[in-house]
């Protein structure tokens, strides 16, 4: 290389390492405390449909995401995003071969977070048992990172207002309500304290059942419960059709003469929800909006 060359390549360098070191550092909100990068990431790899889901709606591609993603109403664009495994087991090679400035993980791919960190920093995005406050949470953190936290604002102050909304609508139709998952013929229900509790606690229906048990996939029952708890309103989510294992759907399963002696049933104020949106997508912002919207018009038609 000529003397010209060699002069031209180390002003590059240094060029390039006053540029990184003059980069503004980000700090933000994770589900382990605060977290910082040295910039805003440009090259994002995200191991979570909820925080695809939040991601996207604040106007950025991920270069690696999950596969398959289980919801159908993200842009596009994410079909030129490459595919980095599934949520519970990601494609390591196909990560590094990216080169990520940060991996999002979630609840699914939180315990592979050290291992992953050997390629790039990892956030922990998850979002926990209440959906909704730390969906929003999640949003403001996106923010942050992603630098637009003014976007993120925007989505969460409309988020706030169709809240509104739909408490008014259910405290003017009042009532109580039982949460439901089916998973084929099996059946579950979730309080306050669930995954779903935010339907409860930030919607405004009130339990039709206390005390129902804290768990993940919620409390086994049968239809003879349903019958008892008689529930003004039931909500529906089907996690076979949210996972596409072809078992029997909800409203098969639900199509009992126990369940249809219910004041929900002969009310017509059975409610099916979108299951992928709170089962898969659970807290992303996308979702939390849309299952709002699917309560408004299901009682905005009762």
């Known amino acids: 290389m000529t003397l010209a060359g060699r002069l031209l390549t180390a002003c590059a360098f240094l060029a390039a390492t006053a540029l990184s070191a003059g980069a503004d550092p980000v700090t933000f909100d994770t589900a382990q405390g605060p977290m910082t990068l040295p910039e805003t990431p440009e090259r994002i790899v995200a191991l979570d449909v909820s925080a695809i889901d939040t991601i996207t709606a604040l106007g950025v591609i991920p270069a690696g995401v999950v596969a398959p993603l289980y919801v159908d109403y993200l842009p596009e664009a994410l079909k030129d995003a490459t595919p980095v495994g599934t949520f519970f087991e990601p494609d390591f090679e196909a990560i590094a071969a990216l080169a990520p400035d940060v991996i999002v993980v979630g609840p699914r791919a939180a315990a592979m977070a050290d291992a992953l960190s050997r390629i790039a920093p990892v956030a922990d995005m998850s979002v926990g048992t209440d959906a909704f406050a730390d969906g929003r949470a999640r949003l403001a953190a996106f923010g942050a990172m992603l630098g637009r936290a003014d976007a993120a604002a925007a989505l969460d102050a409309d988020l706030q207002a169709r809240l509104d909304e739909v408490r008014g609508m259910v405290a003017a139709q009042g009532g109580n309500a039982l949460i439901v998952m089916t998973n084929g013929p099996k059946l579950s229900v979730f309080g306050p304290n669930s995954r779903f509790g935010w339907l409860h606690i930030e919607v405004g229906f009130a339990p039709a059942v206390e005390g129902i048990t804290d768990n993940r996939h919620g409390e086994a029952v049968s239809f003879e419960y349903i019958a008892e708890a008689d529930p003004a309103t039931l909500l529906v989510?089907?996690?076979?059709?949210?996972?596409?294992?072809?078992?029997?759907?909800?409203?098969?399963?639900?199509?009992?003469?126990?369940?249809?002696?219910?004041?929900?049933?002969?009310?017509?104020?059975?409610?099916?929800?979108?299951?992928?949106?709170?089962?898969?997508?659970?807290?992303?912002?996308?979702?939390?909006?849309?299952?709002?919207?699917?309560?408004?018009?299901?009682?905005?038609?009762?």
């Open 237 to 302: 989510v089907d996690r076979g059709a949210a996972i596409g294992d072809g078992s029997d759907g909800a409203k098969a399963t639900l199509d009992n003469p126990l369940v249809a002696g219910t004041k929900a049933a002969r009310a017509g104020r059975v409610i099916y929800l979108s299951p992928a949106e709170l089962y898969i997508a659970t807290g992303g912002i996308r979702s939390l909006t849309r299952t709002l919207d699917e309560i408004a018009a299901a009682l905005g038609a009762m």
